[in-house]
């Protein structure tokens, strides 16, 4: 919570400050935007309780799961104070998680009709509300932009998916979405770094790397987890005037 209060208070020094240069007439103040964002996610384990069995089960767990391809999708709203900052906030969609490894499946005594590999899929879908400020540097078409912020990301679903492989070549897939055992609450600080592209007074591009760090654990467990993603943020942004 105190890197909050820190990015808050940055950005209202900053909003202050750009009072005094306003972007000229023939620059849109307001943009509304469209973006899409792959990525790669994962999560961080740590030791909650401090007892030697959930060390273990973290380790067992580093050694089997995996990061995971994941997204995040939205409507954006972009105010320019300057020709050099921006507020930015929106609604996104994000799906996070992780995922094990392919592993070989042992019964005893052996059964040809089970499965002989398997893994498992978690998947965390999040409806967020991002807040950034976003500093660009530059007069050209093509300009610098980082961006620092956090988002506030409401839990709307939970889904643990199984992947099973028999020994014919068939798959098996078998799903079960709850979200009673989870937080319904993450906040995640953002940082990005990219380039705007101004394809005309009205219409902008950009491109920026991202990272994410849920700072809130996902449920309440001697294990703590934290998701996070990095990834590559798309998106066209309209001048409304």
Aim: net charge positive.
């Amino acid at each position: 919570m105190k890197i909050i209060l820190l990015l808050l208070i940055a950005f209202s020094c900053f909003a202050v400050q750009a009072q005094i240069t306003r972007p000229p007439k023939e620059t849109k103040r307001i943009f509304i935007g469209i973006n899409f964002s792959p990525g790669y996610n994962y999560r961080t384990l740590k030791n909650n309780d401090g007892n030697a069995a959930t060390s273990l089960l973290i380790n067992n767990r580093d050694n089997k799961e995996i990061g995971k391809f994941g997204y995040s999708a939205g409507l954006n709203l972009c105010i320019n104070f300057s020709n050099h900052l921006a507020f930015e906030t929106g609604i996104q969609y994000s799906n996070k998680g992780y995922k094990t490894k392919n592993e070989d499946l042992i019964f005893l005594p052996p059964d040809p009709n089970a499965p002989t590999r398997a893994k498992f899929i978690y998947a965390f879908q999040y409806m967020g509300i991002p807040v950034k400020a976003n500093f660009s540097f530059g007069k050209n078409k093509v300009r610098f932009i980082t961006g620092l912020g956090f988002a506030t990301n409401i839990l709307i679903n939970q889904k643990n998916s199984s992947i099973a492989e028999y020994a014919d070549g068939r798959k098996e897939k078998k799903s079960q979405s709850s979200t009673s055992n989870y937080k319904k609450l993450d906040i995640s600080p953002l940082i990005s770094i990219g380039i705007d592209y101004k394809i005309n007074n009205q219409v902008h591009f950009k491109a920026e790397p991202t990272f994410s760090y849920g700072l809130l654990k996902t449920v309440d467990a001697p294990v703590k987890e934290h998701l996070w993603s990095a990834g590559l943020n798309m998106g066209f942004y309209y001048g409304l005037k």
